[in-house]
RNA sequence: CGGGGCGUAGCGCAGUCUGGCAGCGCGACGGUUUUGGGAACCGUAGGUCGCAAGUUCAAAUCUUGCCGUCCCGACCA
């Protein structure tokens, strides 16, 4: 992409209404505009983190033998009186009435649109397992939205539901996600650490939610410091394997870490007094186990291999695919502005011409451009008649792992700069060389 | 939902107390000179002063009502 054929307004100066760097960072990065309070327009540079971090969890949703599809944003609420939740749920569910007077709603969560798809097509324990999920808006009608898309109203979440006929298999499903979350968010450049947490309105016997560590972070944590030192790392994750999926579980929520909603000061105080940690961190997923709290009142049954009818043990996980955006911000800026990881960039390299005009500067530009391009990067060159100072600033601003400069200056004696946003550091290469280091840091993963 | 702010150009703000030409900085646009870390100068455009009613010769400014938005608390992915 050229910067000058682009939609990039970023700002100088920050608005004054945001508070912390998450939401500072992506005003002044032209990545959103709120539209109204805890609504937010994704501007093309937003839209484009935003569909990589949907991308990622779509891969390893499916890697992990789920299902996508889609269900609506508008619900109807004889579902919702079915399930006993469209009072439950009280101001927060956004109530909407058609042009014939029927009830409607703007979904906060989709339990019983799956229930209800579920128990008008299963009907045999032959067809379970089955485990469906979606990426969609959703909408919950915050009292006071804050934040940014932290804490928004409307929000881009990815939603899955498990349906097993046994409370056995429902914990494979639960650990598979469990697993499943662990490595989508270290492809994202993310610590999130799963946390044993009140099961809250959605209601549920298991639950763990999972935190990624920020002063900003809305919920207290309590901590044994060693689990941050745990991993996922490259090793082969087998997901139809009930006991290498709980393995795995068990041994990232071993342990000690939970939010203030399940703090147990006494357990707290038998981890050695140097590991112990009191932090902040914001939720970026949750996964439930309920059992039959939706089949039965709904009707979700299966017959078993005995012949008789009995309710599917369900759950339901959800990572919030818009809040991440922030949340990553929130682990990953500088005074700056902010560092993408690489996994989740909205470009994988910036390109600044220190003198767009020059001859030589702007052929080498437009070769550099198409090598990215034809090792399958996606570069972002900013071709823009600029002073070197402020093509600078937009691109540390904005955040692209790696940079590379070119001007005559360097060009003469045959070489670029090539600069890495995190650490700062500066080397001067063939433009060749520049490429394959950057193809080289991507691996297989670019593109998309 | 309780308490408190704020609403004036794309962004940040002054002007409101004490009614009297709608301003400043940044940004945008044009020009000249510049050009390796957000350049300088000259010029230009851009505003239903949140909305409505009221008071007044005159309202951004005073009064009333409404709307929006932000912050603290409670609540929540």
């Not at 029927?102 to 229930?115: A, H, Q, S, V, W």
């Not at 045999?124 to 979606?134: A, G, I, K, Q, V």
């Not at 220190?354 to 090792?375: I, P, V």
């Amino acid at each position: 992409m050229r910067l000058s054929r682009y939609f990039l307004p970023v700002l100088k100066e920050t608005p004054g209404e945001a508070r912390i760097a998450s939401h500072r960072l992506m005003l002044r990065a032209g990545m959103i505009r709120q539209a109204s309070a805890g609504i937010y327009s994704w501007l093309p540079l937003g839209f484009r983190v935003l569909r990589r971090i949907e991308q990622i969890v779509h891969e390893e949703q499916q890697r992990a033998g789920h299902i996508p599809m889609l269900m609506p944003t508008v619900q109807p609420a004889d579902l919702w009186r079915e399930s006993g939740r469209y009072d439950d749920y009280g101001e927060e569910m956004l109530r909407i009435t058609d042009r014939h007077g029927r009830d409607m709603l703007y979904g906060p969560t989709n339990e019983e649109l799956i229930t209800d798809i579920f128990r008008a097509h299963i009907s045999s324990y032959r067809d379970l397992p089955l485990t469906l999920y979606h990426i969609q808006w959703k909408f919950r009608d915050e009292v006071r939205p804050r934040f940014g898309v932290m804490r928004g109203r409307e929000f881009y979440m990815k939603d899955g539901y498990t349906f097993d006929l046994t409370r056995d298999a429902a914990l494979h499903a639960y650990n598979r996600h469990l697993v499943s979350y662990l490595r989508s968010y270290e492809r994202m450049g993310l610590q999130a650490i799963p946390m044993r947490a009140a099961s809250g309105p959605i209601g549920g016997d298991d639950t763990h939610e999972f935190l990624v560590l920020a002063e900003t972070g809305e919920s207290a944590v309590f901590y044994d410091s060693a689990v941050t030192d745990i991993r996922l790392g490259a090793r082969a994750l087998a997901y139809d394997d009930a006991a290498a999926c709980r393995a795995v579980a068990e041994e990232f929520t071993r342990l000690y870490a939970r939010t203030d909603e399940t703090h147990d000061e006494a357990k707290f105080l038998e981890i050695p007094e140097a590991r112990r940690r009191v932090a902040r961190g914001i939720e970026v997923g949750q996964i439930f186990y309920f059992g039959t709290k939706y089949s039965e009142p709904m009707g979700a049954m299966v017959v078993n291999a005995q012949g008789e009818r009995v309710p599917v043990h369900m759950g339901s996980h959800g990572i919030g695919v818009s809040r991440l955006v922030g949340a990553i911000i929130e682990a990953s800026h500088d005074d700056r502005g902010i560092v993408w990881p690489e996994g989740v960039t909205p470009f994988h390299c910036g390109i600044v011409n220190l003198k767009q005009g020059n001859a030589g500067a702007d052929a080498a530009c437009e070769a550099l451009y198409a090598a990215l391009t034809g090792a399958g990067l996606e570069p972002l060159y900013d071709d823009r008649a600029e002073r070197a100072g402020a093509k600078f600033a937009t691109m540390d601003l904005i955040g692209l792992p790696w940079r590379i400069t070119v001007g005559p200056r360097g060009l003469k004696a045959g070489v670029v700069e090539l600069t890495c946003r995190r650490t700062g550091e500066s080397e001067e290469m063939s433009p060749e060389a520049a490429v394959s280091r950057v193809a080289g840091r991507y691996g297989g993963t670019a593109g998309g």
